[in-house]
């Protein structure tokens, strides 16, 4: 493996390039720590640097942690991934769906059938201390209440005001809200609270001593010590802003509200990669981590999101991931089979550490540093049927997002989130989405659900935005992830 010091001036250049605040990286092998490195600032007032114990949100990033101990509950009996959620909440249904179809499984996959929808948004604006913007003017506009409880995501899913993706099970949809009933249903499958659950049974037999699962980041603030980060953002031109008002998001326990640092998550997933062991000993039963990302689940160079991890294979080796973001936060962290560890956390928040994660795992691999690993590349082709594709989408994650995708001199392209962007052919029906102004800078990548001769969906990342009727646009929004 190469000098570690090769690798930290590559991720300084990239840092400084990109003009985050601060910024923390942990690569952990079979020998401990390889590389452990803090950048820039974690305050502005103080100018007090970044470490490897400086406390971050690690934002959805979470999301495993809670899959995790749904494996662990089903391993130990106590509940079976294959339970209806009726079985947890008796009011709850998707529209059109049987509900012994809709799991606790097809929850943690993502595979429910819920569309994007705005209960976390309306959340985080209802609960946190929030700027005057336009997108917190409108979701305290709409949001129908301060979405505190549980059951008012339940009462709100099952009144069935939006069109589901297909059957349970059909179809990968990045939804925050099934990771919120996943939460209550640690709660009820345990005896105790999600919150204890994680404490007890991960975080302290891997000795993540600066790790708690809290809403509103008060134990988080207790343990760091005061080495925990404040929150940034950019404005619309371009200038920095922070505060260290966290999002509170009540019922989004499991989903998004881990606090952390760079070195104990490498703790957390180096063990998954050794199928629960750490240091000599089984802290997690074996047979819980094959259900989270194991052997039924396909392994393939684009990735498949299994409970909640994202499974693909990079440079020949299976990796694990899962990004997250939030206001302050964005996060990349997952392992490398080997037996490797790696985070990236990031108290900027909108970003994609993407980048930063590749190169990690190419100091790991001694690929080129800067090599890329992209599920869709361009293949130089065109598409057959590009009049399928044509037509306006939406996503109602919070303020609505619109793709609306035209034929332009034979050429597709979209309006994406307002920004122009080209779609450049791939395989099957996925394309790569380039900005038009600056074709090396990618924007997203656009995969096609086709019934019936058009388009029902695009899925722009994680998330199926559904076809509408042309010319109904909206105010756009940010994605949380």
């Not at 007890?200 to 699962?213: A, S």
């Not at 134990?219 to 925990?228: F, K, M, P």
Request: proline share 4%; hydrophobic share 35%.
């Amino acid at each position: 493996m190469r000098d570690g010091k090769e690798l930290e001036g590559y991720l300084a250049g990239l840092f400084e390039e990109r003009g985050y605040p601060g910024m923390a990286v942990c690569i952990r092998g079979p020998e401990g720590i390889l590389f452990e490195k803090g950048f820039g600032v974690r305050n502005m007032e103080q100018k007090e640097p970044v470490d490897g114990d400086t406390v971050f949100g690690i934002a959805s990033m979470s999301k495993s942690m809670t899959a995790l101990a749904c494996c662990i509950l089903q391993v130990e009996g106590k509940m079976s991934l294959e339970d209806p959620v009726v079985k947890y909440f008796p009011d709850f249904h998707v529209p059109g769906a049987a509900d012994e179809c809709v799991t606790v499984k097809t929850l943690a996959m993502h595979r429910a059938g819920i569309p994007p929808m705005e209960p976390l948004e309306w959340s985080i604006a209802m609960n946190s201390i929030e700027r005057d913007t336009k997108w917190y003017r409108e979701m305290v506009r709409t949001a129908p209440n301060k979405m505190d409880e549980i059951g008012q995501i339940v009462d709100y899913i099952s009144a069935g005001n939006y069109e589901p993706l297909g059957a349970p099970g059909e179809y990968m949809s990045y939804s925050n809200e099934g990771y919120a009933l996943l939460s209550y249903i640690v709660d009820q499958a345990s005896g105790s609270t999600l919150e204890e659950f994680l404490s007890e049974r991960i975080f302290k037999p891997l000795g993540m001593t600066r790790t708690v699962l809290d809403v509103d980041c008060s134990e988080a603030r207790v343990l760091s010590g005061g080495n925990i980060t404040s929150l940034f953002e950019r404005e619309e031109d371009g200038s920095l802003v922070w505060d260290d008002n966290w999002s509170v998001l009540p019922p989004f326990r499991g989903c998004a509200c881990v606090k952390s640092t760079a070195r104990d998550i490498t703790k957390y997933y180096q063990m998954l990669c050794d199928g629960g062991r750490w240091e000599g000993r089984q802290v997690i039963p074996a047979e819980a981590v094959e259900l989270m990302y194991g052997r039924e689940f396909p392994l393939t160079e684009e990735s498949f999101y299994c409970m909640g991890l994202k499974k693909r294979l990079i440079g020949g080796r299976m990796v694990c991931e899962h990004a997250g973001g939030l206001h302050g936060v964005s996060t990349q962290g997952g392992f490398l089979e080997g037996g490797y560890g790696v985070a990236v956390l990031c108290n900027e928040g909108d970003l994609d550490m993407e980048e930063f994660q590749w190169v990690c795992y190419n100091f790991i691999l001694g690929l080129p540093l800067d090599a890329k690993h992209y599920e869709v590349v361009p293949s130089g082709r065109t598409f057959g049927r590009p009049d399928m594709l044509c037509g306006d989408f939406v996503s109602s994650e919070g303020l609505k997002m619109h793709c609306t995708v035209s034929l332009e001199d034979g050429a597709l392209t979209a309006d994406y989130c307002e920004k122009k962007v080209r779609l450049l052919y791939g395989s099957h029906a996925s394309f790569v989405a380039v900005e038009a102004e600056r074709p090396e800078k990618r924007a997203t990548t656009m995969r096609f659900c086709i019934r019936n001769g058009k388009a029902w969906g695009v899925k722009c990342g994680s998330r199926i935005f559904q076809r509408t009727k042309e010319g109904d646009h909206g105010i756009t929004g940010k994605q949380r992830a």
